[in-house]
């Protein structure tokens, strides 16, 4: 069955916000670093934020300030909160352990697009 599901993505004009929203199956969440991660055009995948099992957090430089990583062990859910939406943020964006790949999210999921454009 599917692993990672990723949703909320959408059309956004700059300066605007997405939450998205990643549900994981698995008894063992809970152990687990997880991030998102966003793949543009032509590009290789990068990592965005991250967040340990006890909720220390981590963002690449071009995103801090502007997003928060959260997570519920108790629902298996991440959720990436997106401020300030920049055109360059345009990516499909998926989540995943940290580092990706770990037990039974060896695969990735669909990713949820993200496109901000006026």
């Known amino acids: 069955q599917v692993q990672l599901v990723e949703s909320g993505g959408g059309l956004v004009q700059p300066g605007g916000s997405l939450r998205l929203s990643c549900a994981a199956s698995?008894?063992?969440?809970?152990?687990?670093?997880m991030g998102w991660y966003r793949q543009a055009p032509g590009k290789q995948r990068e990592s965005v934020a991250t967040?340990?099992?006890?909720?220390?957090?981590g963002y690449t430089a071009s995103v801090k300030g502007r997003f928060t990583i959260s997570r519920d062990n108790a629902k298996n859910t991440v959720w990436l909160q997106m401020n300030s939406l920049k055109p360059e943020d345009t990516a499909v964006y998926y989540c995943n352990t940290v580092p990706a790949g770990l037990a039974q999210y060896n695969y990735w999921g669909q990713g949820t697009q993200v496109t901000v454009s006026s």
């Open positions: 698995g008894s063992i969440f809970s152990i687990y670093a």
């Open positions: 967040i340990t099992s006890g909720g220390s957090t």
